[in-house]
């Protein structure tokens, strides 16, 4: 097969990693930057130029859409996706995964197990939304936000008022969160692909430090879960149709509580920790559910 990782950077551990596991099982692998690509629309026949150059006979497509360009990174995917070209992971679905309310609505009607969340439009209602919560001590989010940057943990209501002002003041979307303290600090990352969770690492906050994010000096470590934490990150991963995702959650006293669900999941963390190749179990997933078409990019075949 051709197989293109969309990746901006060559040298990201997971573009790395993911270009040896394609060719280590016999593919030839193409690197092809997003924001490089043209997008040409014309009637029945889609087309990408990289570089002044058409892309053509790429079989299958693993993105890897950094959050600050899912815009561009998204219409890239679905690109390939009106060529008929299999990708590891829906356009829609991305562009889904990277808006947090969104994800956390989709998630609650699916029946996983989340904190509770609160949001408003209209900031004089702090009060209302810190009550809706539980109270402080509690967590509020900045919708945009990663890495664990834009998340505060507001230790009393006074302080919660304050910083929730603050952000509407900035004209900055946030959620409020009950703060799981339980959780010490610490969360659990479930990498998923194809409806088997593959590996997962536990990641715990340097000293000090309630947000467990690797980026925040955090360090991880190899985890056997438990069936109730496996079957919620395959419930979160499918709720959010992602055959490939890393599942974020917070161990609670009533259970595993699913904080996030990241569709271009680093491979770092996880392969470091495990010393398992995740990478390869992709592009496995690419070869088992590839379909070779027919008549590839042909006008009849677009119209169906
Ligand atoms: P980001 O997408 O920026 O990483 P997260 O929602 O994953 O934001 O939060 C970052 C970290 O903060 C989490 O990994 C977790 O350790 C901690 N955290 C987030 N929400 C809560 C919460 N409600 N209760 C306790 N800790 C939390």
Known sequence: MNIAVLSRNANLYSTTRLLKAIEERGHKAILIDHLKCDIVIHENKPAIFYKGQPVENIDAVIPRIGASVTFYGTAVVRQFEMMKVFTAVDSQAIVRSRDKLRSLQVMARAGVGLPNTAFTNYSKEEKNLISQVGGAPLIIKL??????????????????????????????????????????????????????????????????????????????????????????????????????????????????????????????????????????????YCEKNYQKPRRRNTPTQLKE
């Open 143 to 284: 919708l945009e936000g990663t890495q664990g940057l834009g998340v505060v943990l507001a230790e009393t209501q006074k302080a919660a008022q304050s910083v929730i002002e603050a952000f509407h003041g900035l004209k900055a979307r946030v959620i409020v969160q009950e703060f799981i303290k339980e959780a010490g600090g610490a969360d659990l990352r479930a990498f998923v692909i194809d409806g088997e969770v593959v590996g997962a690492i536990r990641r715990q906050g340097k000293e000090g430090e309630f947000r467990s994010n690797l980026h925040r000096g955090g360090s991880a470590t190899v985890v056997k879960l438990k069936r109730s934490e496996k079957a919620a990150a395959l419930k979160a991963a499918k709720a959010l149709n992602l055959p490939v995702a890393g599942v974020d959650m917070l161990q609670s006293s009533r259970g595993p509580l699913i904080l996030e669900v990241n569709s271009s999941p680093g491979l770092e963390g996880i392969e470091k920790a495990t010393e398992l190749d995740i990478a390869g179990k992709i592009v496995e």
